[in-house]
């Protein structure tokens, strides 16, 4: 059951990219166990370069644990800034390669090269040179997977980390899949691979040899999906730059809170994140969402769409504060959240609130030009202060 092939598609991932970043700027953290994350007590490693790996750092590790596995790391808080500076950097170089591009974060992207194969002896010269080219003009590694679509794709550029090259050939996925376990199709996390070892079901062999019908009665949902990437089928296209859905910035306190007041002000400054976010992709909002994570870990979400769009940092804080303002507060708070959606381009926005809107959006367009200068900490509102 081989799949049809009639495209290549390439899979870029840096390897370990924010320490990488870190190592690459300071000779000092070469060779060393160089851990990225936020440094307050429950603050997660974002990425640990592959020294600290062998300490057993890993992503998504809360930062105690990675500070008691490896004294010796060198912890340093993320600098978003020059991530996304140097992924500008790397997009540039892929779009020598291919207009087709869809980045799935700062550091990964696909890649649609299927025409691009004609201008190329080998079809493999293309990753091979987007390694080459990332290397010498930016001095980091990256790991790439080749072939006919993307979770072979995907699948191929972690099979040799770091600084791999995988390709997978037509005709080759089925005996490559077999003996993986079922956790790398897509769409198996913890919860579904309990009830398919439930089955005797642990490779990719396995899971193609099990009856369908069997598969949707446990699995609660049609199987045909996975069951199209077991044989290493997957027509889902390569979608440039897809549109974002939603935009929004949450924090996570080191000690929890309970005063509403202190609610305000911590949303005043979220507001000011998503705000400028929202500016600077040229959008507008008509739905603000706030988030509260009790101690508890109890998690609550609440949102409003409202009739006209905003792009304000004062509408979005007022919208939110309305809402927080209705919700009541019986146990402490350790995350607050504020995301806007039902985004579109173009309008003037009508201020929903009472300051003068055309007064707000000078003092507004004044402050964006300050951030896109200088960065966004080089001002902050009186009131978070």
């Not at 640990?48 to 808080?77: D, H, N, Q, W």
């Not at 072979?152 to 376990?181: C, F, N, T, W």
């Amino acid at each position: 059951m081989a799949i049809t092939h009639n495209r290549w598609i390439i899979h870029v991932d840096m390897d370990a990219y924010f320490s990488a970043v870190e190592q690459r700027d300071n000779p000092a953290y070469l060779g060393k166990p160089v851990i990225i994350g936020g440094q307050g007590g429950r603050g997660v490693v974002s990425t640990a370069s592959y020294e600290a790996r062998k300490y057993g750092v890993t992503s998504a590790m809360p930062m105690v644990e990675a500070r008691r596995r490896c004294p010796v790391g060198i912890f340093l808080p993320p600098n978003m800034d020059k991530y996304a500076q140097t992924s500008d950097q790397i997009r540039h170089i892929f779009e020598a390669f291919s207009p087709i591009i869809e980045p799935l974060s700062m550091d990964e992207a696909f890649l649609d090269v299927t025409g691009m194969k004609y201008l190329y002896p080998d079809i493999t010269d293309i990753p091979r040179q987007i390694k080459e080219r990332i290397k010498r003009e930016l001095d980091l590694t990256a790991s790439a997977g080749l072939a006919a679509n993307k979770f072979l794709a995907k699948l191929a550029s972690d099979l040799q980390k770091p600084d791999g090259l995988v390709v997978i050939h037509p005709g080759e996925e089925i005996g490559l899949l077999a003996p993986m376990p079922v956790t790398k199709l897509w769409g198996v996390g913890d919860a579904t691979a309990r009830i398919l070892k439930k089955l005797h079901i642990e490779t990719i062999e396995d899971f193609r040899c099990c009856d369908l019908k069997t598969l949707e009665h446990h699995l609660g949902t049609c199987p045909i999906e996975l069951y199209n990437l077991a044989w290493g089928r997957d027509d889902r296209p390569v979608i440039p730059d897809r549109e974002a859905k939603s935009i929004g910035s949450e924090t996570t306190f080191t000690m929890d809170i309970w005063s509403k007041d202190e609610m305000r002000g911590v949303l005043l400054a979220l507001a000011g994140k998503v705000g400028w976010r929202l500016r600077k992709a040229g959008l507008y909002a008509r739905t603000v969402t706030v988030k509260i994570r009790f101690s508890s870990f109890r998690t609550i979400t609440r949102s409003v769409t409202l009739p006209s769009s905003l792009s304000l940092d004062e509408d979005i804080y007022q919208t939110a504060c309305e809402m927080i303002n209705k919700i009541p507060i019986y146990e402490s708070v350790r995350l607050l959240g504020v995301t806007v959606s039902k985004l579109g381009q173009g309008g003037r926005q009508i201020s929903l609130f009472e300051v003068t809107n055309e007064r707000q959006e000078k003092i507004t367009a004044v402050m964006d030009q300050l951030k896109d200068k200088f960065g966004e900490a080089i001002i902050t509102r009186g009131r978070i202060l």
